[in-house]
């Protein structure tokens, strides 16, 4: 149920949006920027103005168990940290895709949220990328963040060296993919496991790879498993998350890993579906088990057979661009976050995560703590050739250690993986 804020907010700005005129065009260009490890939420020393109010965009719903409602938490804490009201300083707009919202205009969005009084505005997808590109062009002395991108990256491929008010955040997924392949891997009997993807691009196959290194890594050294035993598979849906009639049913694709064999469903999607279904079918008496993804709380909908949930903390990261908007420090920064590796779940430090399910037997639990402390020492290195690309091309050389660049632009699925990582039925 959405609250009678967000539902007054989303009427307001669907009304302004709607009418609301696109303009300017986006622009690309090529050419890594810094990584931080934890962030510093404490107060700040900087007196916060009573009417300072943030916008934020969502590409889903905010209730969604998921990656939005991550978002609208994460920007609720940034808020209440600064003394503010959630209620009063956060101005949200819900389903912002052209699909939900045919005619949506990003930029007229913001624009609409600027003359609601926002002082920032957020974009939280990586769909959002053209439409946040125009929006930064037509407001340059409006602070924005995206979350995801690289636009703001000196050495990406996109940097936009013209969009000095567009800072990028992202959290290093990287490693809660990895802890969930581990405990997926810990758990399997069958020894097929599957994961259930939204859209084809470089940040969901980098999850997906991520996922699999960890699989593989804890199915041979921690099962004495052999690397050919284990199978992993991934389905793309076509989005982040179900659009009838455009997607694939995510429901009727974990019917397919569970009628396949596979008793333990990643999801890489927004929404808790896999899960969901998994948890009906182990009640019908099936043996089967999910790891969902995005929000600390996705296993409340299934714990008996949650294996453990690998999510986003953005208040942490939000809390720090505000404190500089506030400040007068903002600026067009790439920061790909790392897990605060003293405590991954601390709510104040720790923008990426893994809550500990009630699937994960004792022993195994034990396992996977071993695991993230060898992520967290660095005597764990899984981007290390030699591995190869989905097609047989080599990515990592014997030895070879991959670089934030080379994880980043995933340009395929590793070999191992089955299922087409490039396809996207979106569109």
Same mark, same amino acid.
């Given at each position: 149920?959405?609250?009678?804020?967000?539902?007054?907010?989303?009427?307001?700005?669907?009304?302004?949006?709607?009418?609301?005129?696109?303009?300017?065009?986006?622009?690309?260009?090529?050419?890594?920027?810094?990584?931080?490890?934890?962030?510093?939420?404490?107060?700040?020393?900087?007196?916060?103005?009573?009417?300072?109010?943030?916008?934020?965009?969502?590409?889903?719903?905010?209730?969604?168990?998921?990656?939005?409602? +991550?978002? /609208? !938490?994460?920007?609720?804490?940034?808020?209440?940290? #600064? =003394?503010?009201?959630?209620? $009063?300083?956060?101005?949200? *707009?819900?389903?912002?895709?052209?699909?939900?919202?045919?005619?949506?205009?990003?930029?007229?969005?913001?624009?609409?949220?600027?003359?609601?009084?926002?002082?920032?505005?957020?974009?939280?997808?990586?769909?959002?990328?053209?439409?946040?590109?125009?929006?930064?062009?037509?407001?340059?002395?409006?602070?924005?963040?995206?979350?995801?991108?690289?636009?703001?990256?000196?050495?990406?491929?996109?940097?936009?060296?013209?969009?000095?008010?567009?800072?990028?955040?992202?959290?290093?997924?990287?490693?809660?993919?990895?802890?969930?392949?581990?405990? +997926?891997? /810990? !758990?399997?009997?069958?020894?097929?496991?599957?994961? #259930? =993807?939204?859209?084809?691009? $470089?940040?969901?196959?980098? *999850?997906?790879?991520?996922?699999?290194?960890?699989?593989?890594?804890?199915?041979?050294?921690?099962?004495?498993?052999?690397?050919?035993?284990?199978?992993?598979?991934?389905?793309?849906?076509?989005?982040?998350?179900?659009?009838?009639?455009?997607?694939?049913d995510p429901v009727l694709v974990t019917n397919a890993f569970i009628d396949g064999g596979a008793d333990v469903t990643l999801s890489g999607i927004d929404a808790n579906v896999a899960l969901i279904r998994s948890g009906q079918r182990a009640d019908a008496g099936e043996n089967v088990k999910a790891v969902p993804y995005d929000f600390i709380g996705a296993c409340d909908e299934a714990p008996d057979i949650c294996l453990g949930v690998p999510y986003f903390n953005w208040g942490p990261a939000y809390l720090e661009a505000a404190q500089a908007v506030i400040d007068g420090s903002f600026s067009n920064t790439w920061t790909w976050f790392e897990p605060d590796w003293s405590d991954i779940n601390d709510p104040d430090t720790s923008v990426v995560g893994f809550f500990q399910g009630n699937g994960l037997s004792a022993d195994n639990a034990a396992s996977l703590d071993t695991f993230i402390a060898g992520l967290a020492d660095g005597s764990i290195e899984l981007y290390t050739g030699p591995l190869n690309w989905q097609d047989g091309s080599e990515f990592l050389a014997a030895g070879e250690v991959a670089t934030d660049f080379q994880i980043w632009y995933s340009e395929q699925c590793l070999e191992g993986v089955a299922g087409a990582c490039s396809v996207n039925v979106f569109g």
């Open positions: 149920m959405l609250s009678k804020r967000l539902l007054q907010m989303l009427a307001a700005l669907l009304a302004f949006a709607l009418v609301a005129a696109a303009c300017g065009d986006s622009s690309s260009d090529t050419t890594a920027g810094t990584t931080a490890t934890t962030v510093d939420s404490g107060g700040g020393g900087t007196d916060v103005p009573e009417d300072f109010k943030v916008g934020l965009i969502l590409v889903g719903p905010g209730n969604d168990r998921g990656y939005s409602q +991550a978002h /609208l !938490e994460g920007a609720e804490y940034a808020v209440e940290q #600064l =003394g503010l009201s959630a209620d $009063d300083d956060l101005i949200v *707009l819900e389903f912002a895709n052209t699909t939900d919202t045919p005619g949506l205009s990003l930029p007229g969005t913001a624009r609409d949220m600027v003359d609601l009084g926002a002082d920032m505005i957020i974009f939280n997808s990586d769909d959002m990328r053209d439409g946040a590109f125009e929006a930064a062009e037509q407001l340059p002395e409006v602070p924005m963040v995206w979350a995801s991108g690289d636009s703001a990256w000196v050495d990406g491929k996109d940097y936009q060296a013209n969009l000095t008010n567009l800072s990028n955040v992202w959290g290093q997924m990287i490693f809660g993919k990895m802890i969930a392949g581990c405990a +997926a891997a /810990l !758990e399997t009997e069958t020894g097929d496991l599957a994961y #259930l =993807g939204p859209l084809t691009n $470089d940040e969901t196959r980098r *999850l997906v790879n991520s996922a699999y290194l960890g699989a593989q890594y804890c199915w041979e050294n921690f099962r004495d498993g052999n690397p050919a035993d284990l199978g992993f598979e991934v389905t793309y849906i076509g989005f982040w998350f179900e659009i009838p009639g455009v997607t694939l």
